[in-house]
């Protein structure tokens, strides 16, 4: 198993409504060397009956692990919900329990720059050694890397930095040129996840709905998975992993099984391609 840059099924792509076992199973099964969780598939697995003993001996008899954790969202908000607040928590305990050091993060709302790093900051306090690994998306607060680093450049907090998805690179119209990541220290960027796109887009309006359930395989779509890893890599990023995010109802209607194995047949081509160091 990689130990720097793990090969890593993000949990949307295995979707809702598989266990906790069959989950590990099928990533097990593609090839993959880790599995992505939120906390969402925590509380599943709880209610299911399952103890924290009870999830870490499952990856041990499949020879797995936890490596990617998320995701928290309304950080930003001047009332948090309970429920975000319990999220959160739940977070910060699943990094400690699976050994994972980042989480995944979002910001679905705008605010002005100086709220937004106020709010990251409190919220890189509160996760302590734990990173917080912000994602830009086209449909949010966060619409692209240069707004997404100016927040976390204002914030001046060690332990954030930034989570890049093709899928939302692409969809946010950012060229794969290294400069546009002009002034981002490479430590900086935490983790990727891969996938790709279909070569028309869905209305603004509902973007993230494609976002949601149409996504396509890396290397297969109308994007250029290959520049994106090369830009990347050029770029000296070594992220913590390399995942692979392809949330398709059209993928998952195969069955959780068929499902990760060709996303890490595909995920395994574009790598040998782009980036063979990270295989």
């Not at 739940?90 to 329990?97: E, G, P, S």
């Not at 996760?127 to 086209?138: D, K, Q, S």
Request: glycine share 6%.
């Amino acid at each position: 198993m990689s130990q720097n840059n793990p090969i890593t099924i993000s949990s949307w792509s295995l979707g809702d409504q598989c266990s906790l076992e069959e989950r590990i199973k099928a990533a097990k099964s593609a090839g993959f060397e880790g599995i992505g969780l939120r906390a969402e598939n925590y509380v599943d697995a709880l209610d299911a009956g399952l103890s924290d003993a009870d999830m870490l001996a499952l990856l041990q008899k499949y020879g797995m692990r936890v490596t990617e954790i998320e995701y928290i969202t309304e950080w930003a908000e001047v009332t948090r919900t309970y429920e975000q607040k319990y999220k959160e928590q739940i977070c910060f305990h699943m990094c400690d329990l699976f050994g994972v050091k980042h989480i995944n993060c979002g910001l679905m709302e705008t605010y002005p720059l100086e709220r937004s790093a106020q709010k990251l900051r409190e919220l890189c306090q509160r996760a302590g050694n734990r990173i917080i690994a912000v994602e830009p998306m086209p449909y949010s607060g966060l619409p692209d890397v240069q707004k997404a680093w100016a927040v976390i450049e204002r914030a001046r907090c060690k332990n954030a930095g930034l989570l890049l998805d093709f899928w939302h690179w692409v969809r946010a119209g950012l060229p794969y040129t290294e400069d546009i990541l002009n002034g981002i220290p490479a430590e900086k960027i935490t983790s990727i996840q891969l996938n790709d796109v279909r070569p028309c887009p869905y209305a603004h309006s509902v973007l993230r709905d494609e976002s949601m359930h149409d996504r396509m395989k890396p290397g297969t779509g109308a994007g250029n998975t290959a520049k994106f890893l090369a830009m990347l890599r050029q770029k000296g990023v070594s992220p913590a992993v390399v995942a692979v995010e392809v949330i398709s109802d059209e993928a998952l209607a195969q069955g959780v099984i068929p499902a990760a194995q060709e996303d890490y047949l595909a995920t395994k081509s574009i790598l040998e391609q782009a980036w063979p160091e990270l295989l």
